[in-house]
């Protein structure tokens, strides 16, 4: 017989469990490795997966981009697991090139303090690190994100101890398990990626009758000879204007371009860039800025006067539109 002691500090006041009482315990589950952490293959498979929340697993399709997610020494994250426990996890089918899984946990190139949860492709920032050891992270599998591989739209922060984000035996908490996988950032208008500008739309060029407000992924519009929506604008005489931030992936001096029938005219954190705020065909004009790496305020405004209704914003040449990835609605 092998008997099993439970001691307290002191050594005292041990019990005995026997056979027979430790078999009317009940056993839990196998435990599932944490995501963000190792990466998995089993014994007969090559394949390699990153695992995700509630044991979801996506196969990673290439060499390169593992090194691209998770660095150049990516294989040392690899552990074997025997086939056996392969039914234990599900299959969640390939990992997106350049998107990490969620649950990892990262920083910035550049921002060594500000740390970020991945949960279903929105970056998530940790407000204070206090409670850090209570999620029981290992620093070692924090990976460095750069800029310029991806950019993940912001999330809102995790400014309160979440007891399911400290769970590593990956039981969920059922009440946070939803936020921890399956979030979405909510405005009054519903559900949306936060990607992209918020458009207030008028009717006049004044700014002061506004019909409706929508998120637009761009500034890329050929209206011809109609209007954003019928149910609310005339096809002459309207506006809008476009507010939110834009990501600035690194230090330099920076060309914008609006190009536009009619009017339009472009601000970066209160300062004009571009004033091409006059009645004409569509014409192109650009301006100049430095700006530093990160979020910067953004307004862009533009008037229909009559005829064609035209409105693009561009940067680095008057054909490259400003991408949705580094937009966003405040």
């Given at each position: ?24 315990l009940s056993l839990g589950q196998n435990i599932k490795l944490r995501p963000g952490t190792y990466l998995m293959k089993l014994i007969s498979d090559p394949k390699v997966y990153a695992v995700e ?31 056996s426990l392969y039914q234990d996890y599900k299959d969640g089918g390939v990992l997106k090139d350049n998107r990490h899984p969620t649950g990892m946990v990262f920083r910035y190139q550049g921002e ?219």
């Amino acid at each position: 017989r092998k008997d099993i002691f439970f001691l307290d500090k002191d050594f005292n006041n041990i019990r005995t469990v026997t056979n027979s009482q430790l078999s009317e315990l009940s056993l839990g589950q196998n435990i599932k490795l944490r995501p963000g952490t190792y990466l998995m293959k089993l014994i007969s498979d090559p394949k390699v997966y990153a695992v995700e929340p509630a044991g979801v697993i996506k196969h990673i399709s290439s060499p390169a981009q593992a090194e691209l997610l998770f660095g150049t020494d990516w294989k040392g994250r690899v552990i074997d697991l025997p086939d056996s426990l392969y039914q234990d996890y599900k299959d969640g089918g390939v990992l997106k090139d350049n998107r990490h899984p969620t649950g990892m946990v990262f920083r910035y190139q550049g921002e060594p303090d500000d740390y970020y949860l991945l949960t279903n492709g929105y970056s998530r920032k940790f407000v204070s690190l206090v409670s850090w050891d209570g999620y029981h992270f290992n620093k070692n599998f924090i990976s460095d994100v750069a800029y310029q591989n991806v950019l993940y739209p912001a999330g809102a922060d995790i400014d309160v101890y979440k007891v399911a984000l400290a769970d590593t035996a990956q039981t969920l908490i059922v009440d946070e398990a939803d936020d921890l996988i399956n979030y979405r950032k909510n405005e009054e208008e519903g559900v949306y990626t936060n990607s992209g500008l918020k458009g207030d739309y008028y009717t006049g060029s004044d700014f002061k009758t506004k019909e409706f407000t929508r998120t637009d992924k761009n500034i890329n519009f050929s209206w011809g000879s109609g209007n954003p929506d019928d149910q609310y604008l005339n096809d002459d005489y309207f506006s809008v204007r476009w507010t939110g931030q834009i990501n600035i992936p690194e230090e330099k001096n920076y060309t914008f371009y609006t190009c536009s029938d009619d009017g339009s005219r472009l601000y970066i954190d209160g300062t004009q860039v571009v004033d091409n705020w006059s009645s004409h065909r569509v014409t192109c004009k650009s301006g100049q800025i430095t700006l530093t790496r990160g979020r910067h305020d953004i307004k862009v405004e533009y008037y229909e006067k009559n005829g064609g209704a035209y409105m693009k914003l561009s940067w680095g040449d008057e054909s490259t539109t400003i991408p949705t990835e580094v937009l966003f609605r405040q």
